[in-house]
DNA sequence: CATGAATGAGTATTCATTCAT
DNA sequence: AATGAATGAATACTCATTCAT
């Protein structure tokens, strides 16, 4: 083996040494985040905002508190990585269960029922955004804001595009998709919101069926008549 | 006079003492209870939920910790009280600016505008019914929960009466009045709550107009087409 | 002995009792408040005020920290105090020892001897008033600012006065007793602030002679010359 | 060739290799302190000292907390460079601004003068002056204190120097002038330190005409009467 | 040489609650 | 029945410093 060889092995090994650590480090840095995100989520869904203090999630997720402050800014930006991871997930569902559907009133249902499954299966995520959204008053600082608000955007306007969708197709009749979207949502975010009075307020036979007659309704509202 | 006749004379005699010593006590205890609770309420709408501790509660109505504690078991308790008077005031207003309005599909679209008005106007009574709401553990000992829950029937049940009403007069056709009732209010509450989006989320061009324009979507749903 | 006579030994005997537990109670908040005095200056002079903080000071004093906030309102307020003692015993140590004194002059001189001795003797003391004058910008709010110059003011008035007896005996000449008075302890404050440097950067054979040396300077300033 | 000669031609080839490498190092070196230094002074001034971390002065520079603790031992030791700074620009304004001035009393004032607006125009400088002159304990190594011992005694002697010429001029009269320096400087020092208090203590119209009114006291006593 | 992740004690202040009197 | 002193854990956030790489 010649000294030109070496040299070239040498240097070669060097940098898969050099790539690997900081590969490595980043990696280690993702893993760091998602472990403190992860202790924010089971405190903030075991014991609620209130509760939730940087403290804590230091402690849940073994860590020091200076450690949470190297990774994030603020409380707020724990948070708010939350909620974006979640609006993330919803919309990834709503796309993924509205695509083989055809007609878009069925559409509309299919996005309903994704969020009444949402807030069942992905309860936590669902709780971390109900949290904020039920928070009295502002809470997020105007960056953040914008942030979470561009993912919920998405989602808000996958529904507008169906509605869009069914106005060309002659189904609905709706002058203005994106003001529907958002009523859309929030309406039956309320439903969702109030299913936990299901027995006591609502008296109806099954939370379901009033769930799916009110989310009717919605529909109907921009229904078509002929 | 024998002993049986000087014993009853004696406990009537106490009693009227003791009645009058327990009543003027039983007084006092309400007065007591008021006192607090004008604090709380004072405190509460002047300073928010959260600045709302009971040493400042105390400080406000010129008695010390200790009483306040006597009077009531809990920080929450005190402010159970004051979500069933949020609940009392909102169904007053609903009652009294339903009251006037002749057609049925006005009458509830005035629901809605009392419910938008009492979440600005008063605030923080919403925020207090709102907290409690959003509050996934119960907390309150039954009593005090069956009070609540009995005070937000009320607006619930007058909401119903309304399309009942509607349904009578051949303007609604609805076969399950409690339930739209249950579906409009988890409606309107949603919408509220989204209002803090306006501007990002919500892009129309003023919130007051995107909320009428939802409600007449909602009050729709149910009017009976000729 | 009669009815009477009993009613008013046992009402007077409950005054006693209860005197006696309201007197110890204040008493007891007295020595308290002493206590945390205490703590608070001597950490204040052993480590400075930035490492002075209230939770130090409440395990110093071997109470909670919530103890201290009872008894005051802020950590400023605990240092304000210590400076109000201070500037007490300084005015009352320049009283006393000018009382005898029968010429102007000697009278000054005899404040300045005072100041010396002052920060000599309660070192503790006047490192306070010290610390608080070399802070650079604010530390006090208002109220609390004003209540302290009332204590300092008033050994400025003595100073002023002494000045204008020199004047209307003829020793002095000064139109603006006031403006001397406050020149004089800036200036001797300043003196005594310098010893530390007494070897390095004051060369002088004896501290106390420079230091007389230059009070004696600043007398003939205003001292008439025939 | 023998070893010897060998060997010592190899020592001085290295060397030169190395003393360029070294030199080149010492610069990189002093580089990199400066822009340390740059970092924070800049914090220093724009925050004041208070706020000036480490951490901060590690992101202002560009460079990462660890190489602040390779160039410098303490945050202190970054402080102490600060001050010699401080007194540096202090000494250059004295020079230049008693520098046109032909009588010595009117040097004595603009010294003062400058003293003043030091204290205002790099209020930043003065406080790190201030902080570590009115600490009680020496923490710096004693080369840094030596060092900055020197800065400070060049103030001095050339006050020392002015009160001399006066001496000289018959214009003042004054066996010790080293002495008087340094109490005209203890003095003014006072006098600053005290502006603070103006409104409260210091009842004079305004600030600058009471210092001036003192500094010409101050000066009237060494100087000569005819 | 340089990096930057990590630490954990530290800051002032508030809080609901207890309990001896 | 009422008082009010006392607690101490809790809050978000900062800091100087260390150390493995």
Redesign the pocket.
Known sequence: MDKAVRSRLFTSALRVVFMG?RER?ER??EK?REQILDAARKLLLKDGLA?T????IAKKAE?????I???FA???DVFAELQREGLGILHREILSRTDGIEKPDRKLEACARVYLDFSEENADYFDVINYFLSQPRIFFTNGVKKSIDLQGAKVLKHMEQIVAEGVRENIFSEPRPANFAAFFWASIHGLVQVKKLRGTVIESESYIDFYLYSVNKLIDSIRRHQ
């Open positions: 650590a480090r280690d840095r760091r509760r203090s940087v403290n804590r860590l020091s508190v200076g450690t402050y190297f990774y603020n409380k707020e």
